[in-house]
């Protein structure tokens, strides 16, 4: 730290070099993220309650009783009347308080001690983490010839130790959608707490699926999902951190609480103490902004980039390792490695693209920044690489 305090001017011209060196959305390069630029309106509404904390709700009650509106609208937009939970930090902490709330339900009611959970092999690291703090012991799930979680791998997995079951509803890297109807059944079947990662297709899924497009149930329309993972600041257009856990039973949060003595509320069911409630606002507000019509036509305009890609790259040569169910397209160069693949894209025009493990591949992730220009200058220096 200075000694003397430095001109605001100065400080702001340091802070503009810095950001320079950071890659801008607009700019289209960005194709390998699930997250993209907030909307302006957003970053408005983000502002004006930039001060607010929902881990004192009691200070804060006009924001707090907009988170409880944000979840009902969510809930809803899943399927589920009365819905329970949280505006958190991200698909992490979603993941991580539904683990915990699957643990804790288990161990009360249950009286299970070595808790066991059942994920593909496909899952988001946040669940190794969950696994991790909570002394869980992971099962993985097989992968069928689709890349999705293999049904019969699951029931054969199951244990007395079993306290939950993932499924991924838009997989991370692939995008793809595990088969929940099937697996909802069997967790209701053997009274297993299922939970269901949407944290990438949980804001696209439902407003596809209103205007035509044909998915298959991920949400609590199917009796045995528990809780639900969906992050608006993804196609939500919300800013970062807004993620989003739904719980179908206020019980869930109830056996994760603890006492919060000296705060204007008895207990306390989340991660994070102090939270900010600006992103929930913010979501808020684009949720009405938007509404279903608004959110269903971005979606829409993603997938018709998504099956552009698809196609072009087809036209090209190059090989698409799976349909795309959702805005993400993993392809691979017929002789080059998608790593060497990579980073000739970096050099070429400066394309940041991710590279998936399972299988290996060029993975590309159509968001809101990534305009049909921006792909087909993509397209042209892919022509230029074949």
């Known amino acids: 730290m200075n000694d003397l305090p ?18 801008k959305y607009r700019d289209g390069r960005i194709l390998g993220s699930m997250c993209t630029e907030a909307h302006p309106f957003a970053k408005e509404v983000y502002v004006k309650f930039l001060d607010s904390n929902l881990g004192d ?11 409880e509106k944000t979840i009902k609208i969510i809930g809803r937009l899943l399927n589920l009347d009365e819905a329970y939970g949280n505006i958190v930090t991200g698909g992490t902490e979603a993941n991580i308080m539904a683990v915990r709330a699957a643990r804790n339900h288990a161990r009360k009611y249950k009286g299970i001690k070595n808790g066991e959970i059942i994920l593909p092999k496909s899952a988001h690291f946040s669940f190794k983490k969950a696994a991790d703090m909570m002394n869980l012991k992971i099962i993985e799930a097989d992968l069928d010839e689709n890349y999705k979680i293999d049904v019969n791998s699951v029931k054969n997995k199951i244990t007395e130790n079993t306290i939950a079951i993932v499924a991924i509803a838009g997989t991370t890297e692939l995008g793809l959608i595990d088969p929940i109807e099937e697996l909802s059944q069997i967790a209701h079947e053997n009274n297993i707490y299922f939970h269901v990662d949407a ?36 196609m939500g257009l919300a800013p970062i951190p807004a993620g989003g856990i739904i719980f179908r039973k206020k019980e869930y949060l109830e056996v994760m609480a603890v006492d919060s003595p000296y705060l204007t509320v008895k207990t306390q069911s989340t ?59 993993a392809f691979n160069h017929p002789e080059k490695s998608p790593d060497d693949l990579s980073e000739e894209l970096e050099k070429i025009n400066g394309w940041k693209v991710s590279v998936a493990n399972c299988p290996k591949a060029i993975r590309i992730v159509l968001m809101n920044h990534v305009t049909k220009t921006h792909l087909k200058e993509f397209i042209s220096d892919l022509k230029e690489l074949y």
């Open 6 to 23: 430095i001109d605001k001017e100065e400080i702001l011209h340091e802070l503009d070099l810095i950001q320079d060196e950071d890659l």
């Open 199 to 234: 944290a990438f297709g949980g804001f696209s899924i439902p407003f596809l699926k209103s205007i035509g497009y044909d998915f298959p149930e991920f949400d609590f329309k199917l009796e045995g999902v528990s809780s639900i993972t969906v992050d608006p600041h993804k």
């Open 57 to 67: 709700p009691g200070l804060f009650r006009g924001t707090k009783s907009v988170e």
């Open 271 to 329: 991660i994070v103490g102090t939270r900010l409630g600006a992103s929930t606002v913010a979501t808020y507000a684009l949720l009405k902004y938007f509404g279903k019509s608004g959110y269903s036509k971005l979606a829409d305009n993603l997938m018709k980039n998504t099956q552009f890609l698809r196609q072009s790259l087809e036209e090209i040569g190059y090989d698409v390792i799976v349909e795309p169910e959702l805005n993400i397209v």
